[in-house]
Nanobody, 117 residues
Framework: QVQLVESGGGEVQPGGSLRLSCAASGIIFSAYIMRWYRQAPGKQRELVASITSRGNINYADSVKGRFTISRDNAKKTVYLQMNSLKPEDTATYYC???????????WGQGTQVTVSS
């Protein structure tokens, strides 16, 4: 059974930091591209960051220079370090694991991030 379990969300003031984690089980983690998405109320889900098994990384323009994605294949975990948080970063953050050109595509349950003063 495939599971992606996110943790690390919470409420933080503007300018603060949070580190999200996503622990995977039931998959050959190193074979998957790992991605973080977010969805704010009333908005479409958007891709925040992605990292391939080889460590190739991409970020949404809105988070470049503030967020850092990383992965630990031995721990089957992907991280999202979020610094200089803004109110517009408030959303539910989802972890996604997928293999390109396949039907292997899995989602976590999401973790809430709220940035508010």
């Amino acid at each position: 059974q495939v599971q992606l379990v996110e943790s690390g969300g919470g409420e933080v003031q503007p300018g603060g930091s949070l580190r999200l984690s996503c622990a995977a089980s039931g998959i050959i983690f190193s074979a998957y591209i790992m991605r973080w998405y977010r969805q704010a109320p009333g908005k479409q889900r958007e891709l925040v960051a992605s990292i391939t098994s080889r460590g190739n990384i991409n970020y949404a323009d809105s988070v470049k220079g503030r967020f850092t994605i990383s992965r630990d294949n031995a721990k089957k975990t992907v991280y999202l370090q979020m610094n200089s948080l803004k109110p517009e970063d408030t959303a539910t953050y989802y972890c996604n694991a997928y293999v390109a050109l396949s039907q292997l595509d899995y989602w976590g349950q999401g973790t809430q991030v709220t940035v508010s003063s």
